[in-house]
Every structure is written in structure tokens, then in C-alpha cells.
């Protein structure tokens, strides 16, 4: 940070934009479209991409069809197969951010230590690591909720004498060939490169702590004739797109309601596609989930069973103890020794912005605000921080459908805030408080129905059960939700004719102002 003493310089703007990941920049080209050239998208990285970026990892993939994994007035014709590899995707958003030239927008190396709003400007003070001072009468968080990788405090971790990663900082100078090989879970990470590095360990030694449902992925590349239609012939993407979107969509009353006869022949298909792919029986028990299909991520796979058939390949089930110089030992005293360990374990998902530092109006602390987990009004925006939209924010997470059409319906919510901003001459505008209430209990009701809420444990609830990453209803109810902002939801606060936050009964309001 720059020395107290000297004031660092402001840079004006009317939004800033945190992060450049697929919302980051989805909103950059929609502001540019929207002829909103005085923005700034401020980006801890050295360039676009996000999650695309930074999970460069052997197999890395998408797991939802990607020709609905494209912006829709951006769509890709390009893809190369069903379900389109990290390289690929990161090349689309490079390419998204070349051809809407938001490029010169965009601060890479730019991490965001905290933001602060003033409510007599109305304007966000944003700061950077390097002591960089942003104002902004507009914030917007495109952070998202899977950009902190977690490695778990094991004992023993700091003596390892091999080389250890996270699947998401993928080591790649280090070579695998002929070693031996830990991996640590087996969430989708893990079970996109595990196939990939399998041949090249000499052992490699898997420790499940639960195992997954996981359902046959049909990828394969598309044919020459496909791709010629694909560019020829805009109809047929957009037909694929509306025929992928629509049939991940009936998929999701298995996670509506537990039990369900969609989740009970998911179920079935999933176990005779493990049963049909593992050769070893004995395996089979320690494979089968002992939750309900959906409780966490489904996975989608064709080669991380048939992986397991390996005789250089071990499921290790047995909890693990600690970690030694030389190995990784279970609960049952046995040591495996090993030369690298890859924690494929996750993501700090329940703390959204995190580690940044967020006050609102009056300094109310964001992290105070989310002191029994993160929530927002449709994922969006909550009382107290007025001008400020998060994209991929609290409960908007799918476990059936593509973020990527979640992030668009907020994006054009975000627009229209913006256009009645402009229109009506505001100074800010603030959810109300009672608006924030009705979600919150609407939001906790409909959770504690769906399938999430049952017996596991997942990156979409924190510690102590609260579901704070997924979005309760089918994308048709979010894009429905999502179509008009209602500002009568807001308080729309102007220079002189603003509705002002009300004061509760009693004294000073919510904020602490008087
Ligand atoms: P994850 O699904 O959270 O999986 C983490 C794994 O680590 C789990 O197997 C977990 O076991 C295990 N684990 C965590 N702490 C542990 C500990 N202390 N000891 C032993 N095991 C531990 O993480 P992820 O695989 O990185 O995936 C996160 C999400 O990213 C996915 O669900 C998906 O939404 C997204 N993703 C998408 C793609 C894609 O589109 N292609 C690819 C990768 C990831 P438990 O199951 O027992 O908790």
C-alpha cells in the first residue's frame, strides 16, 4: 500500500468492474454495447479468462455442452467438440474481449483490497493492493464464487518433501512421468485430470473421502459437416443451444425435491454406468454415494471410472491422517510415499469476495452483513450497499443448467439499474430492506425443500448447513425473476428528490445514520 502520507492519485469512472472472468468481461461488453464507454474493469490476474484462466489443469473442461457455454449475442461456432476444452474457452473469451474492445478497459495485476461507499458523493472508493484509488458511481462484483482455491490444513502438509499443488495453480514445469502421485478428491476437477495424468504416474493413489454420482458425459468432436452448419447456418446453433438448454432444464426437478423419479433413474443410470465401467466388484460399494443424486455436483465423465481399472491406479477410502516428508499416511497407519500431492480440493465457495474488504453506507462491513452466510437479493444486490451488483453472486449457482446464461440474465438486470441510474439522474439506488426480508425467507424455504439440503456436505452450504451458493428455483424462474428489474423495490435515492433510506422506529436506521 502507498505510504499514508502521500495522496495517492484518484482515477474517475462511472462503473468498475472487479474481475475479468466470464461475468467480469460479459458485463464489459454490454456496458461497450450499451455505448457505456467510462468503465474500468480492475483484474488480480495478468489477463481475461477467470476460472478459464486459472484452471489450466491436465483435461480441463466444460461440463455443461458448450455451444450453450457462449454468450447468446455472442454465440461460438467454433467449438471443436460437444463439450469444449479450457484452451478453447479461454481463446472464446480472449476473442469476446478483442472484438467489443474492452481490452484498453481492462487493469490486469490489479488486485482489489477493499471499497468503500460515500454516501454524500455517492460514489465507491475502490483500493487497490498497490495503493491505486478508483472512484466509481457504479460497482460491480464479478468475482464470482469459485476463484479461491482451499488446501485443506492436514498436519504435516509444510514437512512434505515432494513437490504439492492445487489443481486450479496447475504446476506445469513439474513433470509426473514415472512418479508417484497422490490426488486429493474427487470432485470435477479431480476427475477430468486423472485420466490425463494416470498414464504418466508410475502410481497414482486417489483419497476419496465420499464418493460421487457421476453419469456418462458423451463427449466427442463434432463432425466437419456440423461445423460447416455451425458458421453457415446461425438457426443451428441456436436450435443446439435452445435443445441443450431445454433438456438440462428438465433435469431439474431431481434436484427440486429428493426422491424424485428424474433423481431416481439418474441414480440407476449412474450406478450401471459405474457397475459397466469398473472392472473390480470389490470396488463397486466404496464407488456407490450414500447421499441422495445432486446433494453435490453431479459429474459428468467417460474415462475416470474406466481409469480406476488400472493397475498403477488405487482408491485409497481411508481417512487421512496427516501428511509426512515423504508420503501421505491414513487413519489406519499406512503410509503411501509419494513424490507429488495435487489437492483437487475445491474452492472457498461460500466466501464470496473474500479477502476483499467491502462497507456500504454509513461503513456497514459486508462481511458483518454475511455473518451467517453470504445472501443477496436474486443474487444481485442487498440493502445497505447502495450502487453495488454482484454477477455469480450469492444462491445463483446451478447444479443442472450453464452459469453462463445466469450471468447474462444478471448482467441485463445490472443494465437496467444503470439505464434508470442515467435516466432519472440518481444518486444511488438501494434495495429496501423489506424486499431483502421476503427473499430471505422465500430463498430458506424453497432451499430447505431441494436436494441440497439433505445429508451431505458441499461447497454449495457453509459449515453449518446454510445453503448460500445455489439458486432454489429452475433458470426459467430466474430468467422470469431476472426479465424487469422493479425499482419500486429500490430506493431511488437523487441529488434533491431522492427517497431517502427510511429510519426504522426507534432512532438512527440500519445504517447507523440519524
Ligand atoms: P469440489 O467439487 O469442491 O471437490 C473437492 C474434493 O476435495 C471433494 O472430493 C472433497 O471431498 C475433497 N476434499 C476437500 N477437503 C478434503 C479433505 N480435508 N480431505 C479429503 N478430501 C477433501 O472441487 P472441484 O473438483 O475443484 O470442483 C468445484 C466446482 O468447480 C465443481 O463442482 C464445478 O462446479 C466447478 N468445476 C467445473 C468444471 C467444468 O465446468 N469443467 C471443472 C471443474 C470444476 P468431499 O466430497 O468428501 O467433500
Redesign the pocket.
Given at each position: 500500500m502507498a505510504d499514508a502520507s502521500s495522496k495517492p492519485a484518484i482515477r474517475e469512472c462511472e462503473v468498475a468492474i472487479i474481475g475479468a472472468g466470464s461475468a467480469g468481461l460479459c458485463a464489459a461488453m454490454r456496458l461497450r454495447l450499451a455505448g457505456i464507454d467510462d468503465f474500468l474493469v480492475l483484474e488480480k490476474s495478468g489477463g481475461v479468462g477467470g476460472?478459464w484462466r486459472d484452471?489450466s489443469y491436465p483435461g480441463?473442461?466444460?461440463?455443461?455442452p458448450s455451444m450453450f457455454y457462449s454468450f447468446s449475442f455472442e454465440v461460438n461456432t467454433e467449438w471443436s467438440r460437444r463439450?469444449a476444452q479450457?484452451p478453447e474457452i479461454l481463446d472464446y473469451l480472449e476473442r469476446c474481449a478483442d472484438k467489443y474492445g474492452v481490452r484498453d478497459r481492462i487493469r490486469c495485476n490489479t488486485e482489489v483490497r477493499q471499497a468503500g461507499f460515500d454516501e454524500a458523493s455517492g460514489r465507491w472508493r475502490i483500493e487497490t493492493a498497490d495503493g491505486e484509488v478508483v472512484s466509481a458511481g457504479i460497482l460491480i462484483n464479478g468475482t464470482g464464487q469459485?476463484n479461491r482455491p482451499?488446501i485443506?490444513g492436514?498436519p504435516g502438509h509444510a514437512a512434505f518433501r515432494g513437490t504439492s499443488f492445487h489443481?486450479?495453480r496447475w504446476d506445469h514445469e513439474h513433470d509426473l512421468r514415472g512418479g508417484r502421485v497422490g490426488v486429493?478428491?474427487?470432485?470435477?476437477?479431480?476427475?477430468?485430470f486423472i485420466p490425463e495424468i494416470a498414464s504418466e504416474a508410475a502410481e497414482l493413489y486417489i483419497?476419496?473421502?465420499?464418493a460421487?454420482w457421476i453419469v456418462p458425459r458423451k463427449d466427442r468432436p463434432y463432425t466437419r459437416f456440423e461445423s460447416w452448419l455451425f458458421k453457415r447456418l446461425p438457426v443451428v446453433p441456436w436450435l443446439q443451444r435452445l435443445s441443450i438448454w431445454l433438456k438440462l432444464e428438465l433435469r431439474w426437478p431431481a434436484f427440486a425435491r429428493p426422491g424424485s423419479l428424474v433423481a431416481r433413474l439418474s441414480e440407476w443410470a449412474s450406478l450401471r454406468h459405474m457397475r459397466k465401467q469398473v472392472a473390480d466388484p470389490a470396488l463397486h460399494p466404496a464407488l456407490t454415494p450414500d447421499y441422495p443424486l445432486g446433494c453435490?455436483?453431479v459429474?459428468i465423465s467417460d474415462d475416470y471410472y474406466p481409469t480406476l481399472n488400472r493397475d498403477s491406479v488405487h482408491l485409497v477410502t481411508d481417512?487421512?491422517g496427516r501428511i509426512t516428508a515423504d508420503g501421505i499416511v491414513t487413519r489406519d497407519g499406512t503410509e503411501r510415499e509419494l513424490d507429488t500431492i495435487v489437492?483437487?480440493?475445491?474452492?472457498r465457495?461460500t466466501e464470496f469476495l473474500a479477502p476483499m474488504r467491502v462497507r456500504g453506507r454509513a461503513g456497514k462491513s459486508l462481511a458483518d452483513a454475511w455473518g451467517d452466510g453470504a445472501e443477496a437479493y436474486l443474487g444481485v444486490t442487498l440493502p445497505g450497499f447502495p450502487n453495488f451488483f454482484m454477477l455469480y453472486g450469492p444462491n445463483t449457482?446451478l447444479g443442472h443448467n450453464s452459469i453462463i446464461f445466469m450471468i447474462e440474465r444478471q448482467v441485463e438486470y445490472v443494465m437496467q439499474c444503470i439505464g434508470a441510474i442515467r435516466a432519472r439522474c440518481l444518486k444511488y439506488l438501494e434495495l429496501r430492506p423489506e424486499v431483502m426480508e421476503r427473499w430471505r425467507r422465500e430463498a430458506r424455504t424453497s432451499l430447505g425443500r431441494t436436494v441440497w439440503a439433505t445429508s451431505?456436505?458441499?461447497?454449495y452450504k457453509t459449515a453449518d448447513g446454510r445453503i448460500t451458493n445455489n439458486w432454489p428455483y429452475s433458470t426459467t424462474t430466474y430468467w422470469l425473476r431476472m426479465r424487469h428489474a422493479r425499482l419500486d423495490e429500490y430506493h431511488q435515492v437523487g441529488a434533491d428528490t431522492g427517497d431517502a433510506p427510511r429510519t426504522p422506529a426507534g432512532g438512527a436506521n440500519e445504517a447507523g445514520l440519524a
Open positions: 476460472t484452471n480441463a473442461a466444460c461440463d455443461v463439450y479450457q469459485l482451499f485443506p492436514i489443481s486450479a486429493i478428491g474427487n470432485g470435477a476437477s479431480a476427475i477430468q483419497f476419496q473421502r465420499s460421487n453435490k455436483r459429474l481417512p487421512i489437492f483437487a480440493t475445491g474452492f465457495s449457482n451431505c456436505q458441499s461447497w
